[in-house]
C-alpha cells in the first residue's frame, strides 16, 4: 500500500460508522469520473484518508439511533487540526437513479429522509452517486496540525507535511469480505 496523500472529507459520525462496519455508504455529487468508459465511474482518489467534519453535520439529519453521538462543532479546520483514525478504499461507484432506490438500501447507511432528499435537490442537475467505501482502521491515529488550505466544503483535501503510511496491520477492513459482497450485491440491485 503506498502512502496517503489526500483526505475524503465526510461528516465525522459517518467516519466513525464506516470505521466500525455500521455503514459502507458515501453520497457525492461531484468528484467522480467515467475515465474508463460510460457507466464505469472512479473517484479522483481512489484510496484516501477519512477527514472528519464538524462543521455541517446536523444530529436531525442522521438517523435516531445515532444522533446522541453527533457532536457539532464550529471549529474551523484551519485552527483546529485533525486525527485520522481510519481510510477507506472506493470498491464500487453507481450512479443512483431515483429516490426509490434509496429506500431500497434505507437499513445501510445512516441518513435521514430529509437529508436524502436534500442531496437529491442540491444541484439537481447533477446526478447523485452511492459509493461503496472498504473502511480500515488505522493501527494507530495520527494527528496533524491544523492548516488554512483544510477549510471550506470541499471533497478532497491534499495533506500538508508527511504522507500517512498504512502499516501491514491496517489491512483489516471494518466489514468481512462476505459481508461486504453481500452488501454491495443488494445495492447493485437497489441501482438498477
Given amino acids: 500500500m503506498s502512502p496517503l496523500t ?7 459520525i459517518v467516519c466513525d460508522l464506516l470505521l466500525e462496519g455500521r455503514t459502507i455508504i458515501l453520497l457525492r455529487k461531484g468528484g467522480i ?3 474508463t468508459g460510460p457507466g464505469v465511474f472512479t473517484l479522483e482518489h481512489p484510496a484516501f484518508l477519512l477527514f472528519p467534519s464538524w462543521e455541517h453535520q446536523k444530529p436531525a439529519m442522521v ?15 484551519e ?6 483514525h481510519g481510510w477507506g478504499e472506493a470498491a464500487r461507484i453507481w450512479r443512483v437513479p431515483d429516490r426509490a432506490a434509496m429506500e431500497k438500501v434505507e437499513d445501510l447507511h445512516v441518513w435521514t ?5 436534500m442531496r437529491f435537490n442540491y ?6 452517486y452511492l459509493v461503496a467505501v472498504r473502511s480500515y482502521r488505522l493501527k494507530s ?11 471550506g466544503c470541499k471533497s478532497w483535501v491534499p495533506l500538508k507535511g508527511e504522507a500517512v503510511e498504512i502499516q501491514s496491520g491496517g489491512l ?5 469480505d462476505a459481508e461486504f459482497a453481500a452488501m454491495t450485491q443488494r445495492i447493485d440491485v437497489a441501482m438498477r
Wanted: overall charge negative; glycine content about 8%; cysteine-free.
Fill in 113 to 117: 429522509p430529509a437529508q436524502i432528499d
Fill in 79 to 84: 485552527t483546529a487540526g485533525v486525527t485520522f
Fill in 141 to 151: 491515529p495520527v494527528a496533524r496540525p491544523g492548516h488554512w488550505s483544510y477549510a
Fill in 123 to 128: 444541484k439537481p442537475e447533477n446526478p447523485l
Fill in 6 to 12: 489526500v483526505g475524503l472529507k465526510e461528516w465525522a
Fill in 172 to 176: 483489516t477492513p471494518a466489514i468481512d
Fill in 33 to 35: 469520473h467515467e475515465r
Fill in 63 to 77: 438517523k435516531e439511533e445515532f444522533r446522541g453521538r453527533v457532536e457539532v462543532r464550529g471549529e474551523p479546520a
